[in-house]
């Protein structure tokens, strides 16, 4: 199982362990242990460091990818403003035109 240490709404930890290691660990710093799952079947997404948990959503988002990008509310993920071809070319996200851009 992988947790995440959360404090102040931030995942600032990452380990594998056991449920019960987690009941009995002590760990005198601040921060709350949770779980999450690679296939985001608990707390929406795959958490990873620098990933923001929103308790009352019971949520873990990635960190903002770009400016323009707004946040799903319901899968809790970035989504950019346009949507990207689906042509099966290779496409990098231009903040500076908000567009699309094709990688040759």
Known sequence: ?????????????????????????????????????????????????????????DAFIAPKPFESWVLNNTTYQWKAPTEMPSDG????WNETDKKWNEVS
Do not use: P
């Open 1 to 57: 199982m992988i947790f995440v240490k959360v404090k102040d709404g931030i995942v600032v930890e990452c380990i594998v362990a056991d449920q019960d290691f987690i009941d009995s660990y002590i760990d005198t710093s601040a921060g709350t242990w949770l779980e999450t799952r690679e296939d985001g079947s608990i707390r929406k997404n795959y958490a990873g460091i620098g990933y923001t948990y929103d308790a009352q959503k």
């Open 89 to 92: 070319k290779h496409y990098v």
